[in-house]
């Protein structure tokens, strides 16, 4: 890029400069935009965007569009009004145009792993010429830029090569004394968004969208969930409570029948009332908009309790006959004489509070969709502990599998169980057999039990394990379920099955069964659902040899 021997330099295509970005990524597998040709000569000002990027560093990511690339400097203590700082910056590859909004996580394992936010964004001018390229190409770049947090004229200038593997080009970067200089203005007094009003944490664990380098530019742009679906509203739930033990709820744009709704289902909490059937039917239609996406298009296993969890429940699977005729259902071509012919499949939320009513204190979906029932979707993780396994126990394999999986380039999420174990859910690109991922897993597992076999046993049976930890890849089955995320479970306090962030395995207040269907709707208010990107079903599992 430099100029050689007093000669303007020759300009790259835009292929030939993000040639090292494409280098440094693989793009089966990160979210990141892998570029497109470049668009020169669109209407309007350039544009320039800085990114708080915690990777395996917090640093920011200032970006300006110059020829159809985003010409990009790292910034570790990113930039400031403050005129008498100097900030190093690290001239960085070159972005594509794509990326100049990505806010998102970038996987584990990937260059750059972590989570980005928009930090500012804005339009921007050159300062003192009109090639703003050879600038750059000369070591000194002064840019006018019009942001929401950042305004006034910053200078970059070349300093030297760092003495990295990558010998990439420090920077100096400052903010002239202009008038709008600021003395004292730190980046970090300013952490949120100015694309979603969000931090870099809030993000993090609940991403709004997902890049698919593997789709054209204009696709890229994927949604994580359906974030259309809305909870019930205030009136509708004042008319629930209005009811007396049986009535008609119009919720969802559906009418349902509900019954026995003072009948106490889950002891609760120490000093605190039961929870009654109205109470979790309530439950049921406020985390509906979060949990039916990961039941929908698949058949539902019910584990009912007419009588409440304090009584012995029994799994229900067949559709009854009085089930209402706007609920989707399945009718499985394979049944033999005597199995279940006909499923449930929750595909909308007045469905969730349907199954509510009919006494299933328990959601088990397939892991298949019923258009093609022999190909997973998800690769399952399941640490089942044995009753000489200690929490700490189970949050140790957990991490152990949580390094695997980085290590592998491979996206998990995990949830506790509301029980005693914890569960990973790794999402993968229909075409695997359920013998291909069982295969997968156990490999996987028992490479992990090799590291700690005091912990593991692989006895079949549970009396054969000497109370010891399974890891139990058998669960990657037709027809063989692991609890939804955010299904209550038939225990006392109504525990649930709780999607968590991998961090959160440090947190030593973490317990298995420590979300109840009355705290879990605050977390997930305050923190979003760190497991939405399960939804997204786009990873090929590598091999393990």
């Not at 029948?257 to 605190?272: C, H, I, S, V, Y």
């Not at 929490?391 to 169980?417: I, N």
């Amino acid at each position: 890029m430099p100029a050689r021997d007093g000669q303007r330099p020759a300009r790259a295509t835009t292929g030939e400069r993000l040639a090292r970005y494409r280098e440094k990524r693989e793009f089966e597998r990160t979210p990141e935009p892998a570029g497109e040709a470049a668009r020169r000569g669109e209407p309007g000002a350039a544009r320039f965007v800085v990114q708080r990027h915690r990777a395996s560093r917090l640093h920011y990511d200032l970006r300006f569009e110059i020829d159809g690339v985003l010409v990009s400097w790292a910034v570790p203590k990113g930039p400031t009004l403050d005129p008498t700082v100097r900030r190093m910056a690290v001239h960085v590859e070159d972005h594509p145009i794509d990326y100049i909004d990505f806010e998102g996580v970038i996987p584990a394992g990937e260059y750059g792993g972590g989570d980005v936010i928009v930090w500012d964004a804005g339009t921007w001018e050159p300062h003192g010429t009109g090639d703003p390229f050879a600038a750059v190409a000369a070591g000194e770049l002064h840019a006018e830029v019009h942001g929401q947090k950042l305004h006034g004229r910053l200078v970059l200038v070349r300093r030297g090569r760092s003495a990295d593997r990558d010998g990439k080009d420090e920077w100096v970067l400052l903010h002239k004394h202009d008038e709008y200089a600021v003395q004292g203005w730190d980046p970090e007094d300013h952490p949120l968004s100015v694309l979603s009003g969000r931090t870099n944490d809030q993000v993090k664990a609940d991403p709004d969208r997902l890049w698919r380098s593997d789709l054209p530019a204009g696709e890229a742009s994927v949604a994580l969930r359906p974030r259309a679906l809305a909870g019930p509203g205030e009136d509708e739930l004042l008319a629930l409570d209005a009811l007396g033990d049986s009535g008609t709820w119009d919720v969802f744009g559906r009418r349902l029948r509900l019954t026995n709704l003072d009948k106490q289902l889950f002891p609760g909490p120490a000093g605190e009332a039961a929870i009654t059937k109205r109470e979790f039917i309530r439950y049921a239609a406020q985390v509906a908009p979060t949990a039916v996406p990961y039941l929908a298009g698949r058949a539902l296993n019910m584990h009912r309790y007419p009588n409440g969890a304090g009584e012995k429940g029994f799994w229900h699977k067949q559709l009854p006959k009085h089930a209402p005729e706007w609920i989707t259902r399945w009718d499985n071509p394979e049944a033999d004489p005597g199995e279940t012919s006909t499923y449930l499949v929750v595909d909308e939320p007045a469905s969730l509070v349907w199954v509510a009513n009919f006494g299933a204190l328990e959601w088990h979906a397939w892991t298949s969709l019923t258009d093609e029932p022999h190909l997973p979707t998800y690769a399952l993780l399941d640490l089942d502990p044995g009753p000489s396994t200690t929490w700490a126990d189970v949050v140790l394999l957990a991490r152990l599998h949580r390094d695997a999986l980085r290590h592998l380039g491979v996206r998990g999420y995990p949830k506790v169980t509301g029980q005693r174990g914890i569960q990973v859910w790794v999402p993968i690109s229909r075409g695997p057999t359920f013998s291909d991922t069982r295969a997968w897993v156990e490999q996987l597992s028992k490479a992990v039990g090799k590291v700690v076999p005091e912990l593991v046993s692989w006895k079949w049976g549970k009396h054969e394990r000497g109370g010891l930890a399974r890891l139990d890849y058998t669960q990657n089955a037709i027809n063989k379920t692991l609890v939804a995320p955010y299904s209550p479970r038939a225990a006392p306090r109504a525990p649930v099955s709780a999607p968590i962030d991998w961090d959160e395995l440090d947190d030593t207040t973490l317990r298995p069964d420590g979300f109840t269907v009355r705290t879990v709707l605050e977390r997930v208010a305050a923190r979003g659902d760190p497991f939405s990107g399960a939804l997204i079903a786009d990873q090929t599992l590598p091999p393990l040899d």
